[in-house]
């Protein structure tokens, strides 16, 4: 029934509201079809990024695909927790300890993808912050699941942190390529990542 909600919500209605009311441009993600399972990897300016980033999947896996969230905010209390898991379809992942990467990893052993933003919180529109080194320690535990660069422009612009208002404004959402980490050393795989980030933004926004 959940997989029923999801293909409805994101397909259908949010997808078609973002386009036509918002403004923002989805690039073809149909080729993740190909892949058994991938974590997308993107910048974050916006409660929209986690909707536009949902919205853009094909429908037929938009159920398997998780969005990693902070449970001290999606999860404050049992509500929230359940609405967020059930219609975002969260794994909710608390910010303290190492239980982070074992609950993700744990996602990606069941089967799942995963959508994780390395920058941590929201920063200001169309701004950049230090993507944390969690994606690339996930990547090096789980060998032979690759990323997946995404990179969203305007986003902050359509509902900045802070702000519950959606305002439309011409914004995009743009893939790179299914990427496997050319290295198991940390910093290089986040480099590797950042590299792929930031030549999505420099040619197409």
């Known amino acids: 029934m959940q997989a029923l909600v999801l293909k409805i919500i994101y397909s259908g209605i949010i997808r078609n509201f973002l386009k036509l009311i918002v403004g923002v441009k989805f690039d073809k993600a149909t080729f993740l079809l190909q892949e058994k399972q991938f974590v997308i990897v993107a910048n974050h300016n916006s409660h929209i990024d986690t909707m536009a980033l949902m919205a853009s999947l094909p429908s037929s896996i938009v159920h398997k695909v998780k969005p990693v969230a ?5 999860g404050k209390t049992k509500l929230k927790a359940w609405f967020s ?6 794994l909710l992942i608390s910010r303290k300890g190492g239980k982070a990467i074992h609950a993700m990893k744990k996602a990606l052993e069941d089967g799942y993808s995963l959508i994780i933003f390395p920058e941590g919180s929201r920063g200001e ?10 994606i690339a320690l996930l990547l090096s535990l789980c060998p032979g ?11 902050g612009r359509i509902m900045p942190k802070g702000d519950g208002l959606i305002v439309p404004f011409s914004s995009t959402l743009v893939y790179g390529k299914p990427t496997l980490p050319n ?9 590797q990542i950042k590299n792929d980030v930031d030549m999505l933004r420099k040619s197409h926004c």
């Open 145 to 155: 699941v690759k990323y997946v660069p995404a990179y969203m422009c305007g986003m």
């Open 125 to 134: 529109p169309d701004s950049e912050q230090q993507m944390k080194s969690g």
């Open 183 to 191: 290295s198991d050393e940390i910093k290089e795989i986040l480099k």
């Open 70 to 74: 902070a449970a001290d905010y999606f």
């Open 85 to 90: 898991n059930y219609f975002i379809n969260t």
